[in-house]
């Protein structure tokens, strides 16, 4: 079975990717955009190579995952206001 490395379906949202001309993919998504408990409501990164999915885990010394970009600090989405 294949590993999941990223994506837990229903906390990531708007994944984007691309890959630089050194051959590292850039893997950019929203991780728990509605909740802060559990390190949520942040941007998140992981920096990996083609030789990392073709083995199903990190083989790349230079392979990143789950790095925080930004992370939102501000309540007020309609979810945050419903449950009170």
Request: positive net charge; hydrophobic residues 40%.
């Amino acid at each position: 079975m294949p590993k999941r490395w990223l994506m837990i379906a229903a906390r990531v949202s708007y994944p984007d990717a691309g890959q630089a001309f050194g051959g590292q993919i850039y893997i950019i998504y929203d991780f728990d955009r509605y909740h802060m408990e559990n390190n949520g409501k942040a941007i998140r990164m992981a920096i990996i190579r083609e030789e990392d999915i073709r083995a199903g885990r990190l083989v790349s010394s230079d392979s990143r995952l789950n790095l925080l970009v930004n992370r939102a600090t501000g309540r007020g989405n309609k979810l945050e206001r419903d449950d009170k």
